[in-house]
């Protein structure tokens, strides 16, 4: 697996060849061209589950390559990073035919050093996170790096004390439905390495073991959005219209409605993303109350806006996807109890498997790549002391901008989700000032209540999850679980199937992948070769029921454009 190793040894091991990942491998290769840096990934193809929005502040990635191609943005940058923002417009949608331009109150928020201020993105770049992660996985292999796609990690090795982590275990290949090995069957294997960097994204299974095995705390509860989008190929009067150089940030209609509710974190997403293509979504908090909401039927009404409509109508959809977004903020970070290290000894954890992301901006992907930086950088000057990087990681990103971004945005989801939109956002202002607030998990949250403007069309999850391309290999063991039935028979059922008309459960109807359905009236994920590995599912569940564990390597979606 490395030159300076055994073949299942590495002195640093990377689970997740995102952002990330990558920018902990990258700058650690500049730093220390011998060390043996392995990336392990899930996905086929670089960038094949990295799903985003993404409007990125790019000073990242100058701060990763300036040493290694100082003139990376006309080298190999010039199309990923073409589309700077020029027209940067927030709108609040009162209806589904009105409109309401947010920009002078930003403006002046902005003037005034609040909050919402921070909501601006002119001057930002416009990207597909999928081409810059493949665009990024050439300098990895540049500099020596040893990536390896299709490997998905079933558990994570750890001492007997549970200090430390040891290694990683791969997930088995080649079982059938029941567990029984076939004639392709692949043993799990062990890898052990010095150092472990997780950046698995929001809701890693590696990363949330470890911080249960490990004993790292949160201060508050991981809040969580999803988000669905889809990327159409519109005609060039369309783009000409829309414009090359813009981004549309849109709340209100159809997940908040200040009079009669519903009432939903959130909001709609337009971006341009080049070639005639515009990427449209919704991202909504997940602590929605309504038990017959599904994010997708959220994206239709968007999409049917009388604003975003004209951009979009007869556009081809070439792209799909959903993923979850992790907004709890500062105090919802992983640390040592002890030492405050986000991670412990020679576990470092980045990115949003961390929960870098600023709510206040709504953005996320800049401070993945800088805590990739400073974890390479730890990596780097600790050396052969493997125990001290968690530490050393945790000072430098302290004493970053990141640290001083989350800390602004510390109460922010909090302060929402406790007083609602209406009042949450003003009172935002000053959340800081306000003890802080600890909020029940998402899926407590939901209610027997229905969603303002279901429909009885269904959305089409099938096209959906085709325009996703996902693939999984069709005999392997289910990786979607119940962990009890009888509570879906017995508490769930009674309390929803009369509330969820059409589908009769909950996760039936908010799965962005329609993995559940009911077979002989009994709720069975029969539709795991469908899923889009955004775990919704074991996020969202309102007895926290579902359980999502790690497919063979390879499956899952297929992003391109995203």
């Given at each position: 697996?490395?030159?300076?190793?055994?073949?299942?040894?590495?002195?640093?091991?990377?689970?997740?060849?995102?952002?990330?990942?990558l920018?902990?491998?990258?700058?650690l290769?500049?730093?220390?061209?011998?060390?043996?840096?392995?990336?392990?990934?899930?996905a086929?193809?670089?960038?094949?589950?990295?799903?985003?929005?993404?409007?990125?502040?790019?000073?990242?990635?100058?701060?990763?390559?300036?040493?290694?191609?100082?003139?990376?943005?006309?080298?190999?940058?010039?199309?990923?990073?073409?589309?700077?923002?020029?027209?940067?417009?927030?709108?609040?949608?009162?209806?589904?035919?009105?409109?309401?331009?947010?920009?002078?109150p930003?403006?002046?928020?902005?003037?005034?050093?609040?909050?919402?201020?921070?909501?601006?993105?002119?001057?930002?770049?416009?990207?597909?996170?999928s081409?810059?992660?493949?665009?990024?996985?050439?300098?990895?292999?540049?500099?020596?790096?040893?990536l390896?796609?299709?490997?998905?990690i079933?558990?994570?090795?750890?001492?007997e004390?549970?200090?430390?982590?040891?290694?990683?275990?791969?997930?088995?290949?080649?079982?059938?439905h029941?567990?029984?090995?076939?004639?392709?069957?692949v043993?799990?294997?062990?890898?052990?390495?010095?150092?472990?960097?997780?950046?698995e994204?929001?809701?890693?299974?590696?990363?949330?073991?470890?911080?249960?095995?490990?004993?790292?705390?949160r201060?508050?509860?991981?809040l969580?959005?999803?988000?669905?989008?889809e990327?159409?190929?519109?005609?060039?009067?369309q783009?000409?219209?829309?414009?090359?150089?813009?981004?549309?940030?849109?709340?209100?209609?159809?997940?908040?409605?200040?009079?009669?509710?519903?009432?939903?974190?959130?909001g709609?997403?337009?971006?341009?993303?080049?070639?005639?293509?515009?990427?449209v979504?919704?991202?909504?908090?997940?602590?929605?109350?309504?038990?017959?909401?599904?994010p997708q039927?959220?994206?239709v009404?968007?999409?049917?806006?009388?604003?975003?409509?004209?951009?979009i109508?007869?556009?081809?959809?070439?792209?799909?996807?959903?993923?979850?977004?992790?907004?709890?903020?500062?105090?919802?970070i992983?640390?040592d109890?002890?030492?405050?290290?986000i991670g412990?000894?020679n576990?470092?954890?980045l990115?949003?498997?961390?929960?870098?992301?600023?709510?206040?901006?709504?953005k996320?992907?800049?401070?993945?790549i800088?805590?990739?930086i400073?974890?390479?950088?730890?990596?780097?000057?600790?050396?052969?002391?493997?125990?001290?990087?968690?530490?050393?990681?945790?000072?430098?990103l302290?004493?970053?901008?990141?640290?001083?971004?989350m800390?602004?945005?510390?109460n922010y989801?909090?302060?929402?989700?406790?007083?609602?939109?209406?009042?949450?956002?003003?009172?935002?202002?000053?959340?800081?000032l306000?003890?802080r607030?600890?909020?029940?998990?998402d899926?407590?949250?939901?209610k027997?209540?229905?969603?303002?403007y279901r429909?009885?069309?269904?959305?089409?999850?099938d096209?959906?999850?085709?325009?996703?391309?996902v693939?999984?290999?069709?005999e392997?063991p289910?990786?979607?679980?119940?962990?009890?039935?009888?509570?879906?028979?017995n508490?769930?059922?009674?309390k929803?199937?009369?509330?969820?008309?059409?589908y009769g459960?909950?996760?039936?109807?908010f799965?962005p992948a329609?993995?559940?359905?009911?077979?002989?009236?009994?709720?069975?994920?029969?539709?795991?070769?469908?899923?889009?590995?955004c775990?919704?599912?074991?996020?969202?569940?309102?007895?926290?029921?579902?359980?999502w564990?790690?497919?063979?390597?390879?499956?899952?979606?297929?992003?391109?454009?995203?």
């Amino acid at each position: 697996m490395s030159k300076t190793s055994d073949y299942n040894r590495v002195s640093v091991l990377i689970v997740g060849g995102g952002p990330a990942g990558l920018a902990a491998a990258i700058k650690l290769k500049q730093l220390q061209p011998d060390r043996g840096v392995v990336v392990l990934d899930k996905a086929k193809h670089p960038g094949g589950h990295n799903l985003s929005g993404a409007v990125l502040e790019e000073e990242c990635i100058d701060e990763l390559l300036k040493n290694i191609d100082p003139n990376w943005r006309n080298n190999k940058g010039s199309e990923i990073f073409a589309r700077k923002v020029i027209q940067d417009d927030t709108y609040m949608f009162p209806s589904k035919t009105s409109k309401i331009n947010m920009g002078t109150p930003i403006k002046l928020a902005k003037l005034c050093q609040l909050g919402f201020g921070k909501l601006v993105h002119k001057g930002d770049t416009l990207i597909s996170i999928s081409q810059l992660t493949r665009w990024l996985t050439g300098y990895a292999q540049q500099l020596g790096v040893e990536l390896l796609h299709g490997f998905a990690i079933r558990e994570i090795i750890m001492s007997e004390d549970k200090t430390k982590a040891l290694g990683v275990r791969t997930q088995e290949q080649g079982l059938d439905h029941a567990g029984n090995k076939q004639f392709n069957y692949v043993p799990a294997e062990d890898i052990y390495a010095d150092n472990i960097v997780l950046a698995e994204g929001a809701l890693g299974l590696l990363t949330e073991q470890f911080v249960n095995e490990a004993g790292l705390k949160r201060k508050a509860t991981p809040l969580f959005s999803v988000g669905v989008k889809e990327i159409f190929e519109v005609s060039d009067q369309q783009y000409k219209d829309f414009g090359d150089n813009r981004c549309v940030h849109a709340m209100g209609y159809p997940i908040w409605d200040i009079i009669s509710g519903p009432k939903m974190f959130g909001g709609g997403i337009m971006y341009a993303m080049g070639d005639n293509k515009i990427a449209v979504g919704m991202i909504v908090g997940a602590d929605w109350k309504e038990c017959d909401f599904n994010p997708q039927e959220a994206l239709v009404h968007f999409k049917s806006h009388a604003f975003v409509e004209p951009f979009i109508k007869d556009g081809k959809i070439i792209e799909a996807g959903a993923k979850m977004i992790p907004e709890g903020g500062y105090h919802a970070i992983p640390r040592d109890v002890e030492t405050k290290s986000i991670g412990r000894n020679n576990v470092v954890i980045l990115g949003d498997s961390a929960g870098l992301v600023n709510m206040l901006k709504i953005k996320g992907l800049h401070n993945a790549i800088y805590s990739g930086i400073y974890a390479g950088a730890a990596l780097a000057a600790c050396g052969d002391d493997h125990d001290a990087v968690a530490a050393a990681y945790t000072k430098l990103l302290d004493a970053s901008s990141i640290d001083e971004e989350m800390r602004e945005a510390a109460n922010y989801r909090q302060v929402v989700a406790k007083f609602g939109n209406l009042l949450g956002f003003p009172i935002s202002v000053v959340g800081n000032l306000l003890p802080r607030l600890d909020i029940e998990p998402d899926y407590e949250a939901m209610k027997p209540t229905k969603y303002k403007y279901r429909t009885e069309k269904h959305f089409d999850k099938d096209a959906f999850v085709a325009a996703g391309n996902v693939d999984h290999r069709e005999e392997q063991p289910c990786h979607c679980h119940v962990l009890d039935e009888s509570i879906c028979e017995n508490i769930c059922k009674p309390k929803y199937e009369n509330l969820c008309s059409g589908y009769g459960r909950p996760c039936i109807t908010f799965c962005p992948a329609g993995v559940y359905d009911l077979v002989a009236g009994q709720m069975k994920p029969v539709n795991a070769l469908n899923c889009l590995h955004c775990k919704t599912c074991q996020n969202k569940c309102p007895y926290d029921n579902l359980r999502w564990f790690t497919p063979e390597g390879t499956g899952g979606p297929d992003y391109k454009f995203s």
